[in-house]
């Protein structure tokens, strides 16, 4: 398996520095040229986190989004379980290079800190620092592609064979390094523009201990994490992910962020970095946080309607949409995460481009539509020809999106209720495909989810219910505050996951969730029926890469994942 290192930065207190000409050794033993290779670690979170390829590997396909667009060409694999899902699939040889690139990275880092000079205080942070970041890149690998190839050394030559380590081996290292982590990182460390603290470590091994079934650990940690004084949650829900919090370090609830700050214009952040379409001479779409587009319609082609590409609507990738039965897990009269997450009501914003002063008279309003009225809707609920009478403009009710009877996605799948939760408004025009947005790995809503699943798993069903109370209380809309409470009957795991679902909207964990809980064929069955009868069991795991196979000279032990 060829792996690269790549010297790359991570922007703001991570700068590149040009070492072209100086071998790595010489680089790696002084100071500066460590630092840079630390930096270079956490680079890579970049083409995961707040990525498409990373979001449609994590969130399409799932019980609560499915593909989107008019042409099947345009559609990810990862949607739907076709025959486009296999091990020639480029996004996959993308990632698979991306984070064992990462693991690469990390590895040489840590064989080579005890040369590069550096104090004990500064040794022992960086260390912790990509101690955790391995253990993250490695959770990701073992996860997306099951029992995988596990270095612990930094590679420096290609590798021609290759050995396949289980899991459950691959979980020990991963918790090894978090253990080390977090005996070399401070207590006392400051949130820094993104770089790992002593927090994060517990944040991600509360996380990981519910993979490992080890409720323990995961309640201890995250309750730890939940009682420490250090996170508190915004008024609102959409406050957390609002721009003026959205650097990391000045977020009240964030724990560990991937840091964007800089990178939307940053077209040398990932040198190093093969995009997959080795055809396309650019990395235009490798930097930058892109989560703003991650599931957005094409309201443009509501013609005439005056609803324009602009900073208040920004540019659609029309790739995703929410499925119906994800949309109805929420109750948008007490929770106000319906209104935070998804976008359905479009207001005209333009009397220019894609306006027509008879359009709203085509729908009974009494004169052109004005910029701030309503142009149209997208709902999740059926509207009779009398209630669309009432209304003055156009709508698309879930009928018009969804099969009435197989609530299948149909049609030309670019009318759907959209996501923007991670909405943008301080892009310069509405073209931007990236953001200076923060990516949130880890915060303190996730800690209460995780403390309760434990809790609720270790036979303490008060306390779990008791924790998920907080969290959904701090959801209601002022006044729901009861209304949004559960009883210890309402307390199961599919509750849970329904509630994951309405907090960690898009957050890039729910394929995961679903696998870890063994939920994943059951509720993808149940509430995505564009793939109820596509999707199978070995879809848990995906294709590894032909060309990484070609690649080797013991094919015979190394093969392909089950199913492809």
């Not at 990182?185 to 519910?210: I, P």
Request: with cysteine.
């Amino acid at each position: 398996m060829a792996l690269t290192l790549g010297l790359t930065s991570c922007s703001d207190y991570l700068d590149e520095t040009n070492r072209n000409a100086v071998t790595a050794d010489v680089l790696y033993s002084t100071p500066d040229g460590y630092e840079n290779l630390v930096n270079a670690c956490y680079a890579y979170t970049k083409a995961f986190m707040g990525n498409t390829d990373g979001y449609s590997l994590t969130e399409m396909g799932t019980d609560c989004f499915t593909g989107a667009g008019s042409s099947s060409g345009n559609v990810p694999a990862l949607a739907y379980y076709g025959i486009d899902l296999n091990p020639t699939y480029k996004p996959f040889r993308y990632m698979w290079n991306i984070l064992y690139s990462g693991l690469n990275c990390c590895n040489a880092a840590i064989g080579r800190a005890d040369n590069a000079g550096l104090d004990a205080s500064t040794k022992n942070h960086r260390l912790g620092e990509v101690h955790f970041l391995r253990a993250l890149y490695l959770h990701l690998i073992t996860e997306i592609w099951g029992d995988a190839v596990l270095y612990t050394e930094e590679i420096q030559t290609p590798q021609t064979t290759a050995t396949r380590t289980s899991q459950a081996d691959i979980y020990k290292q991963i918790f090894d390094d978090l253990d080390m982590a977090a005996k070399l990182l401070s207590d006392t460390q400051a949130k820094e523009n993104g770089r790992v603290t002593l927090n994060a470590v517990k944040a991600l091994k509360a996380r990981l201990a519910l993979y490992r079934e080890d409720w323990k650990t995961a309640a201890s940690l995250a309750e730890e994490l939940i009682n420490s004084g250090s996170y508190s949650f915004y008024d609102t829900y959409a406050e957390t992910f609002d721009m003026a919090n959205e650097a990391g370090q000045n977020n009240k609830e964030c724990i560990w962020w991937v840091n964007y700050e800089g990178s939307a214009d940053d077209q040398t952040l990932f040198p190093a970095f093969a995009k997959y379409d080795e055809a396309s001479p650019t990395l235009g779409n490798r930097y930058g946080n892109q989560s703003p587009i991650f599931s957005c319609m094409s309201y443009w082609m509501v013609s005439g309607c005056g609803v324009w590409v602009t900073p208040d609507t920004h540019a659609p990738w029309v790739q995703s949409m929410p499925t119906l039965a994800y949309l109805h897990t929420f109750d948008e009269h007490i929770d106000q995460r319906y209104d935070a997450t998804f976008k359905g009501v479009w207001l005209v914003n333009t009397t220019s481009s894609n306006y027509d002063p008879n359009y709203g008279p085509t729908y009974g309003a009494p004169g052109p539509l004005e910029i701030g009225d309503t142009a149209f809707i997208v709902s999740k609920y059926v509207y009779s020809d009398a209630e669309r009478a009432k209304h003055h403009y156009k709508i698309y009710d879930a009928n018009d999106v969804f099969d009435p009877v197989t609530h299948k996605s149909f049609g030309t799948r670019d009318y759907f209720i959209s996501v923007y939760k991670f909405h943008d408004y301080t892009n310069p025009t509405g073209w931007e495909y990236f953001s200076k947005r923060d990516w949130f790995v880890l915060r303190l809503a996730e800690m209460y989810l995780i403390a309760s699943e434990a809790e609720m798993n270790l036979g303490n069903q008060a306390e779990a219910v008791r924790l998920m109370n907080v969290l959904r209380e701090k959801r209601a809309i002022p006044g729901h505050e009861t209304d949004m409470r559960i009883s210890s009957s309402d307390l199961n795991i599919d509750f849970i996951l329904d509630e994951r679902g309405r907090e960690l909207s898009m957050e890039q964990q729910r394929f995961f969730d679903l696998k870890r809980t063994g939920k994943f064929l059951e509720r993808i069955k149940k509430m995505n029926p564009d793939v109820a009868d596509v999707i199978q069991e070995y879809h848990q795991l995906r294709p590894i890469p032909q060309s990484e196979i070609d690649a080797l000279t013991n094919k015979a032990e190394f093969q392909q994942n089950k199913g492809y």
